[in-house]
């Protein structure tokens, strides 16, 4: 049973620091990763999907990295802004295809000091 | 851009009350999945549907829980007779075909509040 881990719970930052979340998975044979931003009380926004047989994919400030033999993936945010604050989560489709049900991790709750 | 919309954003009901949750994926999405979320949990998977049938469900799912997809736009989560447990956020998300590049979009969730 497929298993995402994202450590640590929160994270907070100055504004202007390059920074780096972490999410780890249980079972490397995922067909892609995607990486969400959750506001709070809101719904979830795909920030990016990183395909399996990809290695990196960026988004304006973002950057999504994927190790599929060691099951982890990593999101890089670029000279981080208060606008950036929120939960990021990471979650992988299931064994039975790329359509199939998202497993995700709790999230990280990002909070970036002016 | 197009998303996915869900009606209504709030929904309280009484305990053993029936409540249908409603959605309207994005247009020519073909997989259609609804998710819940319990204040500070995990995102959990409900149910998956495509081509008109249930593609896949969680323990989560059981016999008070049903969808349909009643015309070619609405995409509709009905509880029978709800309990206190399902209080919680629950998303609906699309995806449009393709193999491996293609994500699912995701609603801004109705809160469903049992009373």
């Known amino acids: 049973k497929q298993e995402v881990t994202q450590i640590p719970a929160a994270l907070s930052v100055p504004e202007g620091e390059n920074l780096v979340l972490n999410c780890s998975f249980t079972d490397s044979a995922i067909y892609n990763l995607q990486w969400f931003r959750q506001d709070p009380g809101k719904g979830l926004t795909s920030l990016l999907l990183i395909q399996s047989s990809q290695r990196e994919q960026t988004s304006g400030r973002l950057n999504a990295s994927l190790d599929k033999s060691s099951g982890r993936s990593t999101l890089y945010i670029a000279a981080s802004q208060p606008g950036d604050s929120a939960t990021y989560l990471c979650a992988v489709p299931g064994e039975t295809g790329a359509n199939s049900k998202l497993t995700f991790g709790k999230g990280i709750t990002l909070s970036v000091r002016p | 851009e197009p998303e996915v919309t869900q009606t209504p954003s709030h929904q309280v009901t009484q305990m053993g009350q029936e409540v249908i949750l409603h959605c309207v994926p994005i247009?020519?999405?073909?997989?259609f999945y609804w998710y819940r979320q319990i204040l500070g949990q995990k995102v959990e998977f409900l149910v998956s549907?495509?081509?008109?049938?249930?593609?896949?469900k969680s323990e989560i799912f059981d016999d008070q829980f049903s969808v349909e997809r009643p015309d070619g736009s609405n995409f509709t989560l009905k509880i029978r007779s709800t309990k206190l447990e399902d209080s919680a956020m629950y998303f609906c998300?699309?995806?449009?075909?393709?193999?491996?590049?293609?994500?699912?979009?995701f609603g801004d969730g109705t809160r469903l509040s049992i009373l």
């Open positions: 247009s020519n999405h073909l997989y």
């Open positions: 998300a699309s995806r449009a075909l393709g193999k491996y590049n293609q994500p699912q979009h």
């Open positions: 549907f495509y081509n008109n049938e249930i593609s896949e």
